[in-house]
């Protein structure tokens, strides 16, 4: 009889301990994905800047204030606009003044922004009275580490009547 009871409660103990392990790896997990999710909030710039590419692109293409002829007409850029970033984007005098325009500057804060006009097979856009120039290839570059956001907008230059590509790279 003795002998009977014990060969009962091997089961048992088996099935403790496969419940044990069980609810031992669930609750690592659990603490795992708890863990790991609570500390990326302190990961740097994790995706704070592809917002801010698509804030400064809807500035340039949509705005009177950017590259837009009119507000009423977005998308359809003016070619003096156009040059007039170029040559602000690479002077270093203005190119601060300019991230304050594209809302990129704050005081604790600074962005970069790279803008380019590309063609659709995204080689860039010549300036047409100088052709070994590019039209607007403005701003500075990204290094390799940097995490960049990249927004692409179509833009029709309305006194060339060229649809064109307009990228906006924006990185800390």
Same mark, same amino acid.
């Given at each position: 009889?003795?002998?009977?009871?014990?060969?009962?409660?091997?089961?048992?103990?088996?099935?403790?301990?496969?419940?044990?392990?069980?609810?031992?790896?669930?609750?690592?997990?659990?603490?795992?994905?708890?863990?790991?999710?609570?500390?990326?909030?302190?990961?740097?710039?994790?995706?704070?800047?592809?917002?801010?590419?698509?804030?400064?692109?809807?500035?340039?293409?949509?705005?009177?204030?950017? /590259?837009?002829? &009119?507000?009423? !007409?977005? =998308?359809?850029?003016?070619?003096?606009?156009?040059?007039?970033? #170029?040559?602000? $984007?690479?002077?270093?005098?203005?190119?601060?003044?300019?991230?304050?325009? /594209?809302?990129? &500057?704050?005081? !604790?804060? =600074?962005?970069?922004?790279?803008?380019?006009?590309?063609?659709? #097979?995204?080689? $860039?856009?010549?300036?047409?009275?100088?052709?070994?120039?590019?039209?607007?290839?403005?701003?500075?570059?990204?290094?390799?580490?940097?995490?960049?956001?990249?927004?692409?907008?179509?833009?029709?230059?309305?006194?060339?009547?060229?649809?064109?590509?307009?990228?906006?790279?924006?990185?800390?």
């Amino acid at each position: 009889m003795i002998v009977s009871s014990l060969q009962n409660e091997r089961g048992q103990v088996s099935l403790d301990y496969i419940i044990g392990i069980t609810l031992f790896i669930v609750a690592f997990l659990f603490m795992y994905n708890l863990l790991t999710s609570l500390l990326l909030p302190f990961q740097l710039n994790a995706d704070e800047v592809k917002p801010m590419a698509e804030r400064a692109s809807t500035v340039l293409v949509e705005s009177s204030s950017g /590259l837009a002829i &009119s507000e009423s !007409n977005p =998308n359809v850029i003016d070619m003096d606009k156009v040059k007039q970033l #170029n040559s602000d $984007l690479n002077n270093s005098l203005i190119y601060d003044t300019k991230l304050k325009e /594209l809302g990129l &500057s704050t005081t !604790n804060i =600074n962005y970069n922004i790279n803008v380019s006009l590309r063609y659709i #097979n995204n080689t $860039l856009y010549p300036n047409p009275l100088m052709s070994s120039v590019p039209l607007l290839n403005a701003g500075k570059t990204p290094d390799e580490s940097s995490n960049v956001g990249k927004i692409t907008r179509i833009v029709y230059l309305s006194q060339y009547s060229q649809t064109l590509m307009l990228d906006v790279k924006v990185w800390l």
